[in-house]
Nanobody, 117 residues
Framework: QVQLVESGGGLVQPGGSLRLSCAAS????????IAWFRQAPGKEREGVSC??????YYTDSVKGRFTISRDGAKNTVYLQMNNLNFDDTAVYYC????????????WGQGTQVTVSS
């Protein structure tokens, strides 16, 4: 049974950092694309970052601030988020697919990230 479980969200001040985790089961993260998406209230879901093999992708608004990584031994993908700002407030989801930005096969339940002073 495929499952993705996000964790690590929370409340952080502007300029702060969080590390999100996406723990996978039922498949191995080394062999699929794992992407992070986010959805803010009243906005469409946005692709934030993706990792497939040794290739990583970032949306322009997070380049230089967010880093995606993968730990095969823990079957987990991480999203390190630094220098957070108000626009980063959203529910963050991870998803698995064959290739980055193709239709996701499975989604996690999401984790809330709130940037507030």
């Amino acid at each position: 049974q495929v499952q993705l479980v996000e964790s690590g969200g929370g409340l952080v001040q502007p300029g702060g950092s969080l590390r999100l985790s996406c723990a996978a089961s039922g498949f191995h993260v080394d062999y699929y694309a794992i992407a992070w998406f986010r959805q803010a209230p009243g906005k469409e879901r946005e692709g934030v970052s993706c990792i497939r093999d040794t290739t990583t992708y970032y949306t322009d608004s997070v380049k230089g601030r967010f880093t995606i990584s993968r730990d095969g031994a823990k079957n987990t993908v991480y999203l390190q988020m630094n220098n957070l700002n108000f626009d980063d407030t959203a529910v963050y989801y991870c998803a698995v697919s064959e290739a980055c930005w193709t239709e996701a096969d499975y989604w996690g339940q999401g984790t809330q990230v709130t940037v507030s002073s």
